[in-house]
């Protein structure tokens, strides 16, 4: 049975169709990432898929059930890390907020938030507030937060949009490890074709404004290049450059 | 500090005219006196006690009415900012009763508590209790919707989101509610003792009016506003204390 399957599922928002009736599965311990251009429904599908926004039509289902709710076995990142992190909060605060909302006993808080941030890095930074951390840090710490959750299936919704290149090459290693070692399930939304065929198994193309004739998932292809990849060599394999040109065309259309 | 002391350069350079005015043009008043005599008076004050008294009597009075306004503000703030119903339903009676000038209720808080710290207490609660329930239901409203949908993701309670994200988030805004509550509270309670409570500052500045002591007028003038501007600092401060615990950027 896939972890996730999106059966027929359809969004209207004011009226206005955003994502059209759309099928896919995920299978355990795959990464699918999923490249539109903007306003083409990839967040809206996300959210659907994390329970926040419940579809007008269709289902979502994880685990063979129906997602009426979010779930703590789902994490979510969010793009604006600098809204979604409780500014009041020390970095070990925000990451330890996930085990208070599971009803872990206050004696194994602190050593699990320490596990999580040496994981992801941040251990020299636990008694920081998210003000006093760059951009990556403070998404780092976000990602920590959601992996603290020990969720089956994480989403991610475009983590390193705002962040600079170098960063985000970074983050995009450290999160292809992470996945790696926990054995998780990652749906990740980006608009970055790159991106997207770096770090997926497999890549769901959207397309904006969808209609008759015109379905919302316009393309899925799967990236057969073996882990683990690396920014330079990956980005030079044939089959990289291959997809890279065929959804090239295809965004670039989307955007005329 | 040059800054701080060209600051103090108008108000040094003012009192200093008043003495002069007072000593030379306006000798002999009944109305005026100059800054030193009411310096004097002030020490005269502060000797046999009842500086203190009437200033512990206008703070405490102050303090306490402001505590319950803010108590039930933000409560009530809570509760309308969250419940979209409790807002419809209580939105006429807000604005019916928010307009009252809250030195209109002396003669009705008279009758109901007689003189005394009861009856300033709840005059100052009435007055401050408006700008802290509309502030602290503004404040929920401008909660990040971010944040809930983290506590949503997070799987935390009704209780622990209030208690952990809501609460928290509004504290800044609480904070600046707070300040204003400090000087609506000071001024209503000097309001009210010269207007009709026969203890506190304002009740001593009407004695030594009425007594014809310009100078120990002056001092309690002086006076009030040193200390409305002493615990207005003290606000600021612990405001910002407070900020920076609660991971501010300095």
């Given at each position: 049975?896939?972890l996730l399957a999106f059966d027929r599922v359809a969004i209207h928002l004011g009226g206005r169709e955003i994502l059209s009736p759309t099928s896919f599965e995920v299978a355990r311990g795959e990464f699918v990432c999923i490249v539109g251009p903007s306003g083409c429904g990839k967040t809206t599908l996300l959210r659907?898929?994390?329970?926040?926004?419940?579809?007008?039509?269709?289902?979502?289902?994880?685990?063979?059930?129906?997602?009426?709710?979010?779930?703590?076995?789902?994490?979510?990142?969010?793009?604006?890390?600098?809204?979604?992190?409780?500014?009041?909060?020390?970095?070990?605060?925000?990451?330890?907020?996930?085990?208070?909302?599971?009803?872990?006993?206050?004696?194994?808080?602190?050593?699990?938030?320490?596990?999580?941030?040496?994981?992801?890095?941040?251990?020299?930074?636990?008694?920081?507030?998210?003000?006093?951390?760059?951009?990556?840090?403070?998404?780092?710490?976000?990602?920590?937060?959601?992996?603290?959750?020990?969720?089956?299936?994480?989403?991610?919704?475009?983590?390193?949009?705002?962040?600079?290149?170098?960063?985000?090459?970074?983050?995009?290693?450290?999160?292809?490890?992470?996945?790696?070692?926990?054995?998780?399930?990652?749906?990740?939304?980006?608009?970055?074709?790159?991106?997207?065929?770096?770090?997926?198994?497999?890549?769901?193309?959207?397309?904006?404004?969808?209609?008759?004739?015109?379905?919302?998932?316009?393309?899925?292809?799967?990236?057969?290049?073996?882990?683990?990849?690396?920014?330079?060599?990956?980005?030079?394999?044939?089959?990289?450059?291959?997809?890279?040109?065929?959804?090239?065309?295809?965004?670039?259309?989307?955007?005329? | 500090?040059?800054?701080?002391?060209?600051?103090?350069?108008?108000?040094?350079?003012?009192?200093?005219?008043?003495?002069?005015?007072?000593?030379?043009?306006?000798?002999?008043?009944?109305?005026?006196?100059?800054?030193?005599?009411?310096?004097?008076?002030?020490?005269?004050?502060?000797?046999?006690?009842?500086?203190?008294?009437?200033?512990?009597?206008?703070?405490?009075?102050?303090?306490?009415?402001?505590?319950?306004?803010?108590?039930?503000?933000?409560?009530?703030?809570?509760?309308?900012?969250?419940?979209?119903?409790?807002?419809?339903?209580?939105?006429?009676?807000?604005?019916?009763?928010?307009?009252?000038?809250?030195?209109?209720?002396?003669?009705?808080?008279?009758?109901?508590?007689?003189?005394?710290?009861?009856?300033e207490t709840a005059v100052i609660a009435f007055a401050a209790f408006w700008p802290m329930l509309i502030l602290a239901r503004a404040a929920v409203r401008q909660l990040e919707p971010r944040l809930l949908e983290v506590s949503c993701m997070l799987g935390l309670s009704a209780w622990q989101r209030g208690w952990k994200?809501?609460?928290?988030?509004?504290?800044?805004?609480?904070?600046?509610?707070?300040?204003?509550?400090?000087?609506?509270?000071?001024?209503?309670?000097?309001?009210?003792?010269?207007?009709?409570?026969?203890?506190?500052?304002?009740?001593?500045?009407?004695?030594?009016?009425?007594?014809?002591?310009?100078?120990?007028?002056?001092?309690?003038?002086?006076?009030?506003?040193?200390?409305?501007?002493?615990?207005?600092?003290?606000?600021?401060?612990?405001?910002?204390?407070?900020?920076?615990?609660?991971?501010?950027?300095?």
């Open positions: 049975m896939p659907a898929a994390s329970g926040l926004v419940a579809p007008q039509g269709g289902t979502v289902r994880r685990n063979g059930e129906a997602v009426t709710r979010p779930s703590r076995e789902v994490a979510f990142v969010f793009q604006d890390y600098g809204r979604a992190l409780l500014p009041w909060r020390t970095v070990q605060g925000n990451v330890g907020l996930a085990l208070e909302a599971a009803g872990v006993p206050k004696a194994e808080r602190a050593p699990r938030v320490g596990a999580v941030l040496d994981k992801v890095g941040l251990s020299a930074h636990a008694q920081k507030f998210p003000a006093q951390l760059s951009g990556g840090m403070q998404q780092r710490a976000q990602i920590a937060r959601c992996l603290a959750q020990t969720p089956q299936l994480l989403l991610m919704d475009e983590p390193f949009g705002a962040l600079d290149a170098l960063t985000r090459h970074g983050l995009q290693d450290e999160v292809a490890r992470l996945v790696r070692e926990q054995g998780l399930t990652v749906l990740f939304v980006t608009h970055d074709l790159e991106e997207a065929i770096y770090l997926g198994d497999r890549v769901i193309a959207l397309q904006a404004e969808p209609g008759p004739g015109r379905p919302s998932l316009a393309r899925m292809l799967e990236v057969p290049i073996p882990r683990p990849r690396d920014q330079l060599r990956t980005k030079e394999h044939p089959a990289f450059l291959r997809l890279r040109r065929e959804l090239f065309g295809f965004i670039e259309q989307g955007h005329g | 500090m040059v800054e701080r002391l060209r600051a103090w350069c108008v108000p040094l350079f003012l009192l200093g005219a008043l003495e002069l005015y007072a000593r030379t043009v306006a000798a002999g008043s009944d109305a005026i006196a100059p800054p030193s005599a009411a310096l004097l008076a002030w020490f005269g004050a502060a000797r046999d006690g009842s500086l203190w008294q009437a200033t512990a009597f206008t703070l405490g009075s102050a303090a306490l009415g402001l505590l319950i306004a803010s108590a039930l503000g933000i409560v009530g703030g809570l509760l309308l900012g969250l419940s979209p119903r409790a807002d419809v339903s209580s939105a006429l009676s807000i604005e019916l009763l928010r307009p009252i000038p809250s030195v209109a209720l002396i003669p009705l808080a008279m009758l109901v508590f007689g003189f005394g710290l009861r009856m994200i809501v609460l928290p988030a509004i504290v800044p805004r609480l904070f600046v509610a707070l300040r204003l509550g400090v000087a609506i509270a000071l001024v209503v309670a000097v309001t009210v003792e010269i207007a009709a409570n026969p203890h506190g500052m304002g009740y001593a500045m009407m004695i030594a009016q009425q007594g014809l002591d310009p100078a120990l007028m002056l001092a309690w003038l002086g006076w009030i506003g040193a200390v409305g501007y002493a615990i207005n600092g003290l606000a600021l401060r612990l405001q910002q204390r407070v900020a920076r615990a609660m991971g501010e950027a300095p």
